[in-house]
């Protein structure tokens, strides 16, 4: 490590301000890939806690995918390339450290989704399409910004499962658990999006069997999510203290 670790002093959860004073050091660079962490004996008072709560800290952060435990002559407790954390359950991380980004994912999207709906358009059962319908109202009538995320997501999922191709769902799955934990976490309450009018056109060129038609506007409803989600993504790091900022 080039700088000591932030002691954190006596909050209310130990644990949890030495998981973050850990993160940090991770996010700066003070902690690389590959680099053994000091011992319980060294660390514990860098980080102003005890033993015990250091392990705690240690363990929650081994789950989480940011430490791997070492047996043997090497043994230790060293820091991860990252690669395995979860998504839903660390996207500010993944975000921070630059791991993952909107950005990675607009190619797939405008590739896979126009060509999902489709699909979907010759496939979907009248049942599908009458679930599609009770999700566009739901999202539409609803003031709640969770719902309204979890209705639009459901939608597309379920439009990826009408398209009747498993491995299209698949990759749409993933594409839409990183935009609904990304949204639900970061997205303000007063920043839309899209329209749910977006979905109602693309739902009526669906029930039309309009493939053509559903294909072009999921093209032109993805860019325009993917502008407006890219631009809040901005504007959330900027929000980051500017040491955990430098990508």
């Known amino acids: 490590?080039?700088?000591?670790?932030?002691?954190?002093?006596r909050p209310k959860n130990l644990y949890m301000e030495a998981v973050r004073s850990i993160k940090d050091?991770?996010?700066?660079?003070?902690?690389?890939?590959?680099?053994?962490?000091?011992s319980e004996k060294d660390l514990s008072p860098l980080l102003g806690v005890s033993r015990p709560v250091l392990r705690e800290a240690l363990r929650i952060?081994?789950?989480?995918?940011?430490?791997?435990?070492?047996?043997?002559?090497?043994?230790?407790?060293?820091?991860?390339?990252?690669?395995?954390?979860?998504?839903r359950d660390?996207?500010?991380?993944?975000?921070?450290?630059?791991?993952?980004?909107?950005?990675?994912?607009?190619?797939?999207?405008?590739?896979?989704?126009p060509e999902v709906?489709?699909?979907?358009?010759?496939?979907?059962?009248?049942e599908q399409l009458s679930q599609m319908e009770v999700l566009v109202c739901e999202a539409d009538a609803?003031?709640?910004?969770?719902?309204?995320i979890k209705s639009h997501s459901d939608f597309h999922r379920l439009v990826a499962t009408a398209s009747g191709?498993?491995?299209?769902?698949?990759?749409?799955?993933?594409?839409?658990?990183?935009?609904?934990?990304?949204?639900?976490?970061?997205?303000?309450?007063?920043?839309?999006?899209?329209?749910?009018?977006?979905?109602?056109?693309?739902?009526?060129?669906?029930?039309?069997?309009?493939?053509?038609?559903?294909?072009?506007l999921a093209r032109i409803h993805a860019e325009k999510v993917t502008k407006a989600m890219i631009k809040l993504e901005k504007q959330w790091l900027k929000g980051l203290d500017p040491l955990l900022n430098n990508r």
């Open 1 to 9: 490590m080039t700088q000591p670790l932030r002691n954190v002093g």
């Open 25 to 38: 050091a991770i996010f700066r660079g003070d902690l690389a890939p590959g680099q053994c962490l000091p």
């Open 61 to 87: 952060l081994q789950n989480q995918g940011f430490l791997d435990v070492r047996r043997g002559s090497r043994g230790g407790t060293y820091v991860t390339d990252l690669s395995n954390i979860s998504i």
């Open 90 to 113: 660390n996207l500010e991380d993944l975000l921070r450290i630059g791991k993952l980004s909107l950005a990675d994912l607009t190619q797939a999207r405008l590739l896979l989704e």
């Open 117 to 126: 709906f489709r699909l979907a358009a010759q496939y979907a059962t009248d």
């Open 142 to 148: 609803t003031q709640d910004q969770k719902q309204r």
């Open 165 to 216: 191709s498993p491995i299209y769902l698949r990759f749409m799955q993933i594409i839409f658990e990183f935009m609904e934990v990304f949204a639900v976490n970061i997205q303000p309450e007063d920043f839309q999006v899209h329209d749910d009018q977006d979905h109602q056109e693309i739902f009526d060129a669906l029930k039309r069997r309009d493939g053509d038609r559903a294909a072009i």
